[in-house]
């Protein structure tokens, strides 16, 4: 049997049996109704290959490495089971992995494995073409055995006072299965906060995953979270990984790469949950609540939640610990408001608002570093050129940026003073002492959230904890006002609980 192909089943007493050659009597998945799956036949030599790399997840025949055969002499002895990928219901179709049915998602084309119309679901074709002819593959076997190792972290730093409670909070909220919100200023020292908690669920033999919605940060994070529990395997999953078919209790993932998983972690832990893709697609929070098991702990992780996570959090239906002061116990520098005029008249003239200019200009003879954030790609360009009037020393980065590392590179290595860019570098980017600039702050790009995040690159290193940052605008917005507020509000809180050194 080759794999790829025998895409279509007959059913005998109720049993799949794929077939090569298409005949009447053989059908797609998503068009045969009942079928069972054998018990499980306890004296089978099944594949530790195959365990590995199936248990927890939900995986297309294409996405294993495995022949057909082999897989299929598993489910004749009830290890696996295949799964319709789409399922139909009157005429509306719905996709079993990213769980969207708007018919807007679904089209059809001419399959060559099931020799028909087929449909198939747009919302998740990035993570391959699932059709009414694909089959899912489900582990039904014994889970391998992860034994807990006693004292498995390595991580001798100190925690502060905040982080501390918010540590405890989260080793609470583990053995309770329990979710909880951290709401964690920028540079409050959030990865660290994890560690305990999360040694606390592998040594009860649980399964953990840290997601977070950008390949970035699975990347970064990975050696960090290595080091701390030296003795796992930790395996990053993103597309293109070498890791995914590898098992382990401890794994980060993209939220997207969350999609294969089925009831897999008993700790799920999502990073940076206001962040796009994250907040704005439905089918990433199906794939978090189905990559959970039935019973989790779901820990959702923010520096500016949203208003509907702030809702759960007022009507109980979420625990929160915040955490409102930075690791090094100085107040989070307050963004600055300065009307720059009509900004968008004067770039005509080829000319940057008086103040901007100035402002632009005290840092380039100081040599102080600082990012200039501005509201579309098409601003990049243009400002960036007028800034190279004055400093060399400049260049402009955004989002389709093929040349983002290098740049974002260049300037942590100090051969840039200036980084024009857009919301690209809102979060994540952490260089010591610089100073950040909006321009035009008062565009709707520039929501709350956006302009709390912009304001925390600024004094994150308890070297350099303090720094400017300023809103040029041309009329001050809501958001402008609000983002203020929401970090005065959270250095008050710090000063009223202590965690400010004054
Ligand atoms: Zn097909
Ligand atoms: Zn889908």
């Not at 077939?19 to 499980?40: E, N």
């Not at 087929?118 to 076997?141: D, H, L, Q």
């Not at 100081?366 to 243009?382: D, H, L, M, N, S």
């Not at 260049?395 to 860019?421: C, N, P, W, Y």
Request: charged share 25%.
């Amino acid at each position: 049997m080759e794999r790829n192909e025998d895409m279509l089943f007959t059913v005998k007493q109720e049993l799949l049996n794929p077939v090569q050659v298409p005949s009447p009597a053989a059908f797609p998945l998503s068009k045969i109704d009942t079928w069972r799956t054998p018990p499980l036949n306890p004296s089978y030599p099944y594949s530790l290959d195959l365990q590995r790399s199936l248990s927890g997840k939900q995986l297309l025949l294409t996405q294993t490495p495995y022949p057909l055969s082999l897989i299929h002499e598993h489910y004749l002895n009830g290890y696996i089971s295949y799964q319709k990928a789409l399922t139909q219901k009157e005429n509306r179709y719905k996709c079993n992995r990213c769980g969207s049915d708007s018919p807007f998602y679904f089209a059809s084309f001419p399959c060559s494995r099931c020799h028909q119309e087929c449909y198939y679901c747009r919302a998740c074709i990035v993570m391959g073409k699932v059709s009414e002819c694909t089959p899912f593959i489900n582990w039904e076997g014994p889970t391998s055995n992860v034994l807990p190792k006693s004292s498995v972290m390595n991580w001798k730093g100190m925690l502060s006072k905040a982080q501390e409670r918010a540590s405890n909070e989260l080793i609470q909220a583990i053995k309770k299965y329990e979710e909880l919100l951290i709401w964690a200023v920028c540079g409050a020292g959030k990865t660290e906060i994890l560690f305990k908690g999360i040694e606390a669920a592998l040594n009860s033999g649980k399964k953990v995953c840290i997601a977070t919605p950008r390949t970035d940060v699975v990347i970064e994070l990975k050696p960090r979270i290595q080091s701390a529990f030296p003795d796992m395997s930790v395996l990053a999953m993103y597309g293109g990984s070498e890791d995914r078919f590898h098992e382990s209790s401890l794994i980060i993932s993209t939220t997207h790469q969350l999609l294969h998983y089925y009831q897999a972690f008993d700790v799920l832990i999502i990073d940076e949950v206001d962040a796009f893709p994250y907040s704005t697609e439905p089918m990433l929070h199906y794939a978090v609540a189905k990559a959970a098991k039935h019973a989790a702990s779901k820990i959702y992780l923010t520096a500016t939640p949203n208003e509907s996570l702030k809702k759960d959090v007022e009507q109980g239906k979420k625990q929160v610990v915040k955490i409102p002061a930075r690791y090094h116990r100085m107040l989070i520098p307050v963004p600055r408001f300065e009307w720059c005029g009509n900004w968008k008249k004067k770039m005509k003239t080829d000319t940057l608002p008086a103040n901007v200019e100035k402002w632009l200009k005290k840092r380039i003879n100081e040599g102080k570093q600082c990012f200039i954030f501005v509201p579309q790609i098409k601003w990049i360009a243009p400002i960036t050129d007028m800034i190279r009037k004055l400093t060399e020393k400049v260049d402009g980065v955004h989002a389709e940026d093929s040349q983002r590392k290098e740049k974002v590179m260049k300037f942590r290595e100090g051969q840039l003073v200036i980084l024009v860019t857009t919301t690209i570098l809102e979060r994540g980017v952490t260089v010591p002492n610089i100073d950040v600039a909006v321009l035009g702050a008062e565009e709707t790009i520039f929501t709350e959230s956006a302009l709390v995040q912009i304001s925390g690159r600024v004094g994150r290193s308890a070297q350099f904890p303090t720094g400017d940052v300023v809103f040029f605008h041309y009329g001050q917005s809501l958001s402008m006002r609000k983002a203020k507020e929401h970090i005065e509000y959270m250095n008050a809180l710090a000063y009223k609980e202590g965690l400010i050194d004054r």
